[in-house]
């Protein structure tokens, strides 16, 4: 690793061997035990950890070692990779504080884009695993599936006359029910069978330790009374045998971790996507000749060339040409943007017509790109509040169903054999023992919260969403109050001309001509708004002779011979000319900045300039009020300019000319009436306010300051994805509560019915194979419900 000023250090590093909730509860038990260990989270849901530890006290290779002897193990083959592809040891702080690498781009040819972007991503491995549990599960799926209608032929048989008998000689079925189950049990289900032993050593038990105990006691009993029929005489045990049971549930619930596993995959496609945008190879001029090479040796100040349909390598700055470029896939704006000189770009987007050359300024691991990556790996790792709740019934659960399932079994052999005889009691009670165990596994509680906060957060990334944490996901459903700034914001951030009034009827264009004209040489704002008004309509300009700034008025030039003035109320009174007011106080009553245009004279027109709503921006606030949100503008322009704005957009409330360290009160006010708060500014003077809200959700254009000012961060500021944002926030909510219902529900009327409750009154029992069937089905459940959010409607 590198060298770190603080010794504290924090890592996201994924994890080997997980298999449910409960693995995640006892490495981060495990974990936080260990000296030297600040802070530990470990996510079932994406299989990685997020650890703060100190360096002077202990390494990720210590750490991985104490969680070896339960079977898993922290991947530092992803971290070792990082390190040894750099040339300076440098780390990168996310906005979380995590630490990733830094890499410099000379030396990383060969690797792929996950790691020369700084983000540890295991897709092979998972394909990998996913392709060995196939071949296994072609191998078991036609023998359960057999086994498992032998089963239901053999129920049919006993419970109804008419049926037909299974005629197969008994002498010879039991072996060939030993051999199949014990080929099932001890390949197939081996994984199963290593937590039993690890729960023998180490008294730590997950979910696949309730399986193994369960199956594993089906299959001893099973091979006693067969291979044993003296010991079952002895004994007077029933000459019933549960081989077709082990084989079914280890069968079923060996389909349900494969089909879990292929889900769980897809859960993650947002990152993946993410990364499948980085270009493969960037055009570079060097040495004056044009050069293809990897991606990864692109340096920053080189000048990159990008043709018609090429993809943008890196982030950097136009120097010669211009183009329009789709960036949907990063801000998710549907429309191309228009680029030219000067203008940024960002690296995995799309050129969709003209060719033009660059400057890098970013590359590698700080690229937009990248910084997008992590921040959304570290979203769907992070824990949602509501997930605590399932964590700490998963910590109790599986010791709670061991002892439950070990009464039901006492039960059934004390008070069961005193109205039916001991055998059938046994019988019966070795069936509920086993359905308890596999019923019972708390596999859809620990994937509830993290598969609805991974499809959603990856979601929201496609979409121009960035949301640091799952904590912020959850707090934004709650919001009753948005708190907005009006400058970038609701409003399009640069001046534009708005209105053109011709007091002497001179056609209009003709007016914008000679101000164009004239502030061409101005460097005023004000002069930019009219000077692009005048390129949208394609008008030439005249030559102006005799230029001259007029200070704090205004400024003056001859064009043909003829002088002309423009500026403010103060040059009108200099130039002694006659002027009516009332056509000026309705463009400022309108909060609109005028022009005024002269000669010697007389007054020729009025030019309205104000900084314009964004498109969306009413339509947005509308949909605001429908979901019963208060909007409240708070800005620090003058009263009458946001009254102005907030009339033309409907907002509720307005607090103007506020500065930015006051606008901090502000918030603190209102959460002390008891709203809940979200603040949208531009990130930066708007920082402390969105800082003290419940939600800062920054107007960014992908800057550094935007993405780490607020919880979430808007990538080009479109306003209506605040409403947007909101509306994912209470999807997830809403799924994650499904989720967390039906995996209570299920348990809570499973496990009576496995343990037989229901039996002296009306006769019913759950099959053991029934149980590991719907455990396995009720896990896809939970996972198919997450991916819903996929086809959200936001």
Known sequence: MGNIESESQKLTIPVKGMNCASCAITIRKTLSKVPGVINCDVNYGNEKAKIEFDTSQTTVEELSKKIEPFGYSLDTSVIHQQSDSMEDNSMYKMPDGTMMMNHEMNNMKGMDHSAHLGIGQSKEDKLKELDEQKKKLDFVLPITVMTFILMLWDIGSSSFSWFPRFFLPEELFQPISLILATIVLFWIGGSFLKEVVTFAKYRVANMYTLVGIGTLTAYSYSTLVTLFPTIRAFLNLPNTTYFDVTIVVVGFIYLGKYLESASKLRTGEAIQKLLNLQAKTALVERDGKELEVPIEEVGINEVIIVKPGGKIPVDGVIIEGKSSIDESMITGESLPVDKTMNDTVIGGTINKQGAFKFKATKVGSATLLSQIIKMVDAAQGSRAPIQRLADKISEIFVPAVLIISVITLLAWLIIGSQFMPFSQALSLGLLCFVGVLVIACPCALGLATPTAIIVSTGKGAQNGILIKDAESLEKLHKVNTIVTDKTGTITKGKPEVTDIVSLNNL????????????????????????????????????????????????????????????????????????????????????????????????????????????????????????????????????????????????????????????????????????????????????????????????????????IESAQITLLKGDFSKVLQAIKLSKFTIRAIKQNLFWAFAYNIVGIPLAAGLFYPFFGLILNPAFAGLAMAFSSISVVSNSLRLKFAKI
């Open 507 to 706: 056609a209009e264009d003709e007016i914008l001509k000679i101000l164009a004209s004239l502030e061409k040489r101005s460097e005023h704002p004000i002069a930019e708004a009219i000077i692009n008004k005048a390129k949208e309509k394609n008008i030439e300009l005249y030559s102006v002779e005799d230029f001259e700034i007029i200070e704090g008025k205004g400024l003056k030039g001859k064009i043909n011979g003829q002088e002309y003035f423009a500026g403010n109320i103060k040059l009108v009174q200099d130039l002694n000319l006659d002027f009516d007011k009332s056509k000026l106080d309705i463009l400022t009553g309108r909060g609109e900045t005028p022009v005024i245009l002269m000669d010697q004279k007389s007054i020729i027109a009025l030019v309205g300039i104000a900084d314009t709503l964004k498109e969306n921006a009413r339509d947005t606030v509308a949909q605001m009020h429908k979901l019963g949100l208060k909007v409240i503008m708070l800005t620090g322009d003058n009263e009458k300019t946001a009254k102005y704005i907030s009339s033309l957009v409907g907002i509720d409330e307005v607090i103007a000319e506020v500065l930015p360290q006051n606008k901090v009160e502000k918030i603190k006010e209102l959460q002390a009436k008891g709203d809940i708060v979200a603040m949208v500014g531009d990130g930066v003077n708007d920082a402390p306010a969105l800082a003290q809200a419940d939600i800062g959700i920054a107007m960014g254009t992908g800057t550094d300051i935007a």
